[in-house]
């Protein structure tokens, strides 16, 4: 359908509700913000490039309800696709270009990339060609700039078939997910990217396949996360959490949001890049995951068959007691030095360190915490499904503080004065405590533990150590990957308003700057607008 078809349609307000009430539900309360939104996407595709045959793509932005930082490990999620999402119209063209517009053209510049010129031969591996840093130095936009999304998407499909001509298309894109908010506007940019991309040049790719190919495109940036943001934003269902378990990526089990409780994301407005310094601490806790595996796997060689993941360190699967589950710690230092990863795992070093790119490599590894974070994450998202289920938001709610605890850097006790570092070590004593405390007290598992994974910043830990004064909060905790971005409220039906009111307030009061609340609602992962709605 062309533009001014389009046009016509979203003009008229019954008309675009047929369209949109699939990915929101009949009752959704901001289906003329969509509808206008979505206009002003079509009257920005005209003005830049003419009453085309389009196509038009949503793609939210997700969370991740519980089970953070895991999803990479193969552990098992709760992901809902938020309405907070990102417009993209397309077109075809018939040689290697993208030009693409935005509606924000002050925060986003247009672009012209002609990939006749960029793309030579391809004769190595993905995995070869983004750790090249000649090529990506030349490739790679300085400054995070947007368009590196859609060169890491071209490239990535690039490599399906060198000898088949990839044709480009042009773009418009209008979104409202918060920028570095940790609510992965990233993924939901690339999704829609590689989604166009694939309807224009015909390609025929399973949803796993699509998933695959947006968490390795999304590489192309830097960063090395997993593919629970892309699970996310393509297989989500409206008003539903969905399990979602990885490699062999697969939708365990789906369950109805509960009508009795809602979700407030707060903003800290801090962002949450993954660049420079940020982009180091990221990939470090990364690293501190893989090293940590494999000494266990090295100093455990009775248990090394039964472990391919971070999620394999279970009670079920290793037939050992949580306590025993944690006496594995034991075996594997608190702390290493970046150096000695290949004095303790010199079979590994070239194929460790080589999968990860540091502007400024860490001196230390904190193993110990980052792994118990870890095991104790991957337990709680397994409970917290359940609770769900049964609708026990009081549980629900003190996993949510326990868990951001794994993340915390600091601690208010009191909204006056100072915070106080938050502790994480995980000495021989300390653990040796816990280990005691899972063998004598019944009602402690090993889901209560929190471990230090520390990527929370001040202002998220002022908002939950807040939100547990304020009622009608059950729970709260960082969302996100973190270093800035956005904390999750688990708030009572009723009370979203006078919780917002309380929260910026005393936000603006302690930190002399704002923050920003919304509530958000499930929706229905990306698609292609139909040119029917029959």
């Given amino acids: 359908m062309d533009v001014v078809s389009w046009k016509r349609i979203f003009r008229n307000n019954n008309k675009a509700a047929k369209y949109l009430k699939k990915y929101y539900g009949s009752n959704y309360n901001r289906m003329e913000e969509k509808r206008k939104e979505i206009l002003k996407l079509l009257n920005l595709h005209e003005k830049k490039f003419g009453n085309e045959q389009i196509i038009i793509m949503r793609t939210p932005g997700r969370i991740n309800l519980m089970g953070r930082h895991v999803d990479h490990q193969g552990c098992h999620v709760n992901l809902i696709a938020i309405d907070k999402e990102i417009f993209l119209s397309s077109s075809k063209r018939r040689d290697e270009k993208i030009l693409a517009h935005d509606i924000d053209d002050n925060l986003f510049s247009s672009i012209y990339l002609d990939f006749s010129c960029l793309v030579g031969k391809l004769d190595e591996t993905w995995y070869d060609f983004i750790k090249n840093n000649d090529k990506m130095n030349l490739l790679r936009s300085r400054g995070g700039h947007w368009e590196n999304y859609f060169k890491g998407v071209y490239f990535r499909l690039k490599f399906l078939d ?40 015909e390609l025929r790719l399973t949803d796993d396949q699509v998933i695959q190919l947006a968490s390795e495109a999304e590489w192309f940036t830097g960063t090395r996360g997993g593919m629970g943001d892309h699970v996310a934003i393509k297989k989500c269902k409206k008003h539903t959490v969905s399990r979602v378990k990885f490699y062999n990526t697969k939708i365990l089990d789906h369950c109805p949001f509960p009508e009795e409780i809602e979700l407030l994301l707060v903003n800290s407005l801090v962002p949450a890049d993954k660049s420079g310094t940020k982009r180091d601490k990221f990939n470090e806790k990364i690293l501190a995951y893989e090293v940590g595996f494999n000494l266990l796997k090295k100093e455990c060689p009775s248990l090394k068959n039964k472990l391919n993941y971070l999620r394999d360190i279970n009670s079920e699967n290793l037939l050992l007691s949580e306590a025993e589950i944690l006496k594995l710690l034991l075996k594997i230092p608190e702390k290493i030095q970046f150096d000695e990863i290949e004095v303790f795992l010199p079979d590994k070093w070239q194929e460790i360190t080589s999968k990860h790119d540091f502007k400024h490599r860490p001196k230390t590894l904190s193993l110990r915490k980052v792994m118990a974070f870890g095991f104790a994450e991957c337990e709680r998202s397994k409970h917290f499904f359940h609770l769900l289920k049964i609708k026990n938001f009081e549980e629900m709610g ?53 471990g230090g994974y520390e990527c929370s910043i001040p202002e998220i830990d002022f908002i939950v150590d807040l939100s547990k004064k304020i009622r009608g909060v059950k729970g709260a905790q960082l969302i996100g990957g973190g270093m800035g971005g956005c904390a999750l409220l688990l708030v009572e039906k009723g009370y979203s308003k006078k919780i917002k009111q309380i929260i910026l307030k005393k936000y603006q009061k302690y930190f002399k700057k704002k923050c920003s609340i919304f509530k958000i609602t499930p929706v229905e992962g990306c698609s292609i607008l139909p040119e029917t709605t029959d």
């Fill in 162 to 201: 060198q000898n088949r001509p990839l044709r480009g298309a042009n773009f418009c894109v209008n979104g409202n997910i918060p920028i570095a908010a940790g609510l992965s506007s990233s993924s939901a940019l690339t999704i829609g990217i590689l989604e166009s991309l694939v309807w224009w040049n």
């Fill in 398 to 450: 003190k996993l949510m503080y326990i868990s951001h605890d794994g993340d915390r850097v600091v601690n208010f006790k009191s909204f006056r004065a100072r915070p106080s570092p938050h502790d994480t070590k995980l000495t021989n004593q300390t653990l040796q405590r816990l280990i005691t405390l899972l063998l004598t007290s019944p009602s402690f598992k090993l889901q209560y533990m929190s």
